[in-house]
């Protein structure tokens, strides 16, 4: 008893929570979940703001070899001093230090370095190579949201069919059970059979709960990838095999990735930008020439004699020239690490290059083996459906028992499946091998 209102339960979930579920969702094409996708990435955003970051720094390192104009203001309070004082004969008595404790000074001041031995032109080249490869990331970044929301969504699709294959098992499998049923009333079979049909029906009713459960889980993916709460997919096109004329051999694929993939890009610019680091760290070995100059207004100016406290002005205008003739080891220092960082990033790029060589030709090893699978999933779904037709006829001819029908039905149900998963892993490997390549 407490089995049979088990069965009812699980029967009540099935039928009234999918329906739920479907109510509130929206389906979507696959190109519409990747724009929702691409538009709503919260990782995108981030390196949207690490671009708008590296737009800066190019602004400031351009910035560096401008003058830079500043004002100046300050007061300072100082002791009493004893005033002193000349005495010049026939004269009044000259002071020539009087005691001013209240100081205020503005300046009007410019620094310009017009020549830093290549340093600022380096670190404006090496910040735009920086962009660039961020920029590149960003290209990563949305090929990988795409595979994700493409794995996705064939995860969405694939549990629905799966759920709709084991709903048409189950109604089967129902009425297999009350064809038993009124065969053992006829006194035809032994009760056992009908216990038999009616633990296969049970069987498969937990399986379609299960696909019930499988399919929300993959539409819970779906709209956290996509930013849409009510996402779901919408039904695909029937597959077809692809004619074979005109595919690529694995050399091609291989080359076009190496030369597309947006990830050896940014290494390839971020070598760029170490190796131009290494020109500003040896720039330091050069001398630095700067300009300067500045409009004075103080009081008292202690740049005129004698002090009087009153407002005063005063310029000055220099050319600076520093040259470092011995730091101790820093230049070479800092100039070993950028030269060390570019190295580690061409041997990573090196390292690439195996891992995209392998990645492509196991994909398109994945995708060939998948659509053979296909070719192999109909011939496994004619041979399962014959199968069953021919044990159905001899199970209404007395001549098959329930067990064979039994086993026919969940081959034909396997077959089904297989069908359905060697599809969606076809659609996959489609995408990955896209990735792979870098399209």
């Not at 109510?23 to 190109?31: F, G, N, R, S, V």
């Amino acid at each position: 008893m407490r089995y049979r209102l088990s069965c009812l339960v699980c029967l009540h979930a099935f039928v009234f929570l999918p329906a739920v579920a479907t109510a509130q969702t929206t389906p979507l094409t696959l190109e519409e979940a990747i724009a929702q996708g691409l538009a709503n990435s919260q990782r995108l955003a981030e390196l949207d703001a690490r671009q708008q970051a590296a737009d800066f720094a190019i602004a400031g390192r351009k910035a560096a070899d401008l003058p830079i104009v500043s004002a100046q203001g300050g007061y300072t309070r100082t002791n009493h001093v004893t005033p002193f004082s000349v005495f010049v004969p026939g004269g009044p008595t000259q002071e020539v230090y009087p005691d001013i404790p209240d100081n205020f000074r503005t300046r009007l001041d410019l620094q310009w370095p017009i020549y830093t031995g290549g340093r600022t032109d380096a670190l404006e080249r090496a910040a735009r190579a920086e962009r660039s490869a961020i920029a590149k990331d960003v290209e990563a970044a949305r090929a990988d949201l795409r595979l994700e929301i493409t794995r996705a969504y064939w995860a969405v699709l694939t549990a629905e069919e799966a759920e709709a294959v084991l709903q048409r098992a189950l109604e089967t499998a129902n009425a297999h059970v009350a064809d038993v049923r009124s065969r053992l009333a006829s006194g035809l079979i032994p009760p056992n059979e009908v216990a038999s049909a009616e633990a296969q029906a049970a069987h498969e009713r937990l399986l379609a709960l299960e696909a019930s459960n499988q399919r929300g889980i993959a539409e819970a993916d779906l709209q956290r990838l996509t930013g849409n709460d009510k996402a779901t997919a919408a039904p695909a096109a029937p597959y077809a095999q692809p004619a074979v004329a005109g595919v690529q051999t694995v050399p091609d694929l291989i080359a076009a990735a190496l030369k597309a993939r947006p990830e050896r890009q940014a290494l390839e610019d971020r070598v760029a930008a170490a190796t131009e680091r290494v020109t500003a760290a040896a720039s330091a070995a050069r001398p630095q020439v700067a300009v300067g100059g500045g409009y004075d207004y103080a009081r008292p100016n202690p740049r005129i004699f004698p002090r009087n406290s009153t407002w005063q002005t005063s310029w000055d205008a220099s050319v600076n020239v520093t040259w470092t003739l011995w730091d101790a080891g820093r230049r070479a220092a800092e100039q070993g690490e950028a030269q060390a960082n570019a190295t580690a990033l061409k041997t990573r790029i090196g390292d690439f290059d195996r891992d995209v060589t392998f990645e492509v030709r196991s994909r398109a090893l994945e995708l060939t083996s998948s659509r053979e699978a296909v070719t192999a999933a109909d011939s496994e779904i004619r041979a399962a459906v014959e199968a069953e037709r021919v044990v159905g006829e001899r199970y209404r001819a007395g001549v098959a028992t329930n067990t064979e029908v039994l086993d026919a039905q969940t081959a034909r149900l396997q077959a089904e499946l297989d069908r359905t998963r060697a599809i969606a892993n076809v659609r996959l490997a489609e995408a990955r091998l896209e990735r792979a390549v870098g399209r």
